[in-house]
């Protein structure tokens, strides 16, 4: 009796000494089998997407549910049949979606972005004041790459910032791939609890931010409680994560890369589109289902079928970007990565984020040109077991 081959597993390892590349077998495939089989650590099979063209197709088409848009498929405890929670900006479609994102989108407009640009540099320059004045080793992350994106998501959002550790360890937890079901519930309760505290207080005393807006306009088509603390849960835990995670490991590159920091200081919008595609934070792409049958590529995708959408592949693609695995910050075209998703499910915060890095990178390597590592490189650890790719702690020297 011929037994059929089992299906190989999600790629998930990065390539020994490179900490900074996606799992190897990606460029096979991209060549080879673009859009295949994998078993998923959630248990399911999906179809990995990892041509450019394929992924920005998947994540536009409207008819691929984000029901698991928040990469469910790489955490073994995931239950894929979990009701969506009415508010959930990643995981809701259609009208239901664009009605929540209609309500926040303003915030984030470049218009009003370019307006916090000033307030971001001054936290880049306080930050580095009092980082400078405690003196070397630092660790970055601790002192420089956590805080400022933290404080910013607070000040638009409406968070007091003297609660940041409670949910910048509960969103630690959320974004987990170790952490048992039990704890991503207590998690996720406790974080809600505490918003459903905060959205009661806004609704009584508003104030200038983006929680109060939302709790208190809108008549017409109010949120309901339920749906004021998911969303809010959302973009309080990716406003944060993903950024400072970028701004640390954006760090890590310039060090290994001093010939090209020059480079990056002088156009800094450009660098930070290259680094964007380069390390691609959200490391197991996202999760669609498909609820028709489709095409992807030559592929034929049945109804009920899910797919990974391999951002990091798709952004190492040499079909679009030549000599993609190199660093290259007078590449053409960096922006038309997809490391903040494609289609109508495209980060909502890109803005945000994209100001938060120029402004941290130049004014820290401005300010301290020769910033160096304070351990071997080799003792660093890596964060190969959460959603946001990144580094544990980056201390720095200098002087």
């Not at 998947?58 to 008819?63: I, K």
């Not at 701004?247 to 480079?263: C, F, K, M, N």
Request: glycine residues 6%; contains cysteine; aromatic residues 6%.
């Amino acid at each position: 009796m011929t037994v059929a081959p089992a299906t190989p597993a999600l790629p998930t390892t990065r390539p020994a000494g490179c900490p900074f590349d996606p799992p190897g077998s990606y460029a096979a495939r991209r060549e080879t089998a673009p859009t295949s089989k994998v078993r998923c650590p959630a248990g399911m099979d999906a179809w990995l997407v990892t041509r450019y063209a394929d992924v920005r197709a998947v994540l536009a088409d409207r008819t691929m549910s984000s029901r698991g848009a928040s990469s469910v498929h790489v955490n073994p405890n995931a239950d894929l049949d979990e009701e969506v929670h009415p508010g959930s900006i990643i995981q809701l479609d259609g009208a239901t979606h664009s009605r929540l994102r209609k309500k926040v989108i303003a915030e984030f407009t470049v218009r009003r972005v370019e307006a916090l640009r000033g307030y971001v540099r001054q936290l880049v320059e306080s930050h580095l004041d009092a980082m400078l004045a405690q003196g070397a080793p630092a660790d970055l992350v601790r002192d420089f790459a956590l805080p400022i994106p933290s404080l910013v998501i607070c000040e638009l959002l409406g968070v007091p910032y003297a609660d940041r550790s409670q949910f910048q360890r509960q969103s630690t937890t959320l974004v987990s791939t170790d952490a048992t079901r039990e704890e991503g519930e207590e998690a996720y309760d406790a974080l809600s609890g505490y918003l459903a505290a905060l959205f009661t207080e806004k609704q009584r005393n508003p104030q200038d931010d983006l929680f109060s807006r939302l709790s208190v306009a809108g008549a017409d088509d109010p949120l309901t409680m339920e749906e004021l603390v998911v969303l809010g849960l959302s973009l309080l835990v990716a406003g944060h994560e993903t950024t400072a995670n970028m701004i640390a490991l954006s760090t890590l590159v310039l060090l290994d890369h001093p010939g090209q920091r020059e480079a990056a200081l002088a156009a800094p919008e450009r660098a930070v589109e290259e680094l964007l595609r380069y390390l691609s934070v959200v490391q197991w792409g996202v999760l669609r289902y498909a609820t028709s049958d489709v095409q992807v590529g030559s592929q034929p995708v049945r109804a009920g079928e899910w797919l990974v959408a391999a951002l990091n592949s798709a952004n190492r693609d040499e079909s679009v970007f030549p000599g993609a695995d190199e660093l290259d910050f007078a590449r053409e075209s960096p922006r038309t990565h997809v490391a903040f998703g494609f289609g109508a499910h495209q980060c909502v915060g890109q803005q945000l984020a994209r100001v938060e890095l120029q402004e941290a990178l130049t004014g820290l390597f401005r300010r301290v040109p020769d910033l160096r590592l304070a351990v071997p490189r080799d003792e660093l650890g890596y964060k190969h077991n959460t959603l946001v790719y990144g580094v544990r702690e980056l201390p720095v020297a200098w002087g």
